[in-house]
């Protein structure tokens, strides 16, 4: 049997890559990119509150992520 990512854990795997993604390019590329950093951080705010999470949407439609809970049920 092989353990698939849950949902939950691809959104968090996605926003730590962003903020590193985002961390990279401040210093490479532009200092304006930490807006990037921001943006991932007051996404995930809001998504702890309202449950709401764009990410989690693009990853169960586009590449079918699951939920840990119907994950379990399998």
Do not use: D
């Not at 985002?22 to 990119?33: E, Q, R, W």
């Amino acid at each position: 049997m092989s353990k698939k990512m849950s949902l939950e854990r691809a959104v968090e795997a996605f926003a730590g890559f962003m903020v590193l993604l985002s961390v990279v390019l401040t210093y490479a590329v532009h200092p304006g990119f930490v807006w990037l950093t921001v943006f991932v951080g007051a996404n995930l705010f809001q998504q702890s509150y309202t449950g709401f999470c764009p990410a989690g949407i693009v990853l169960k439609k586009a590449f079918g992520f699951r939920p840990a809970a119907e994950l379990a049920r399998t």
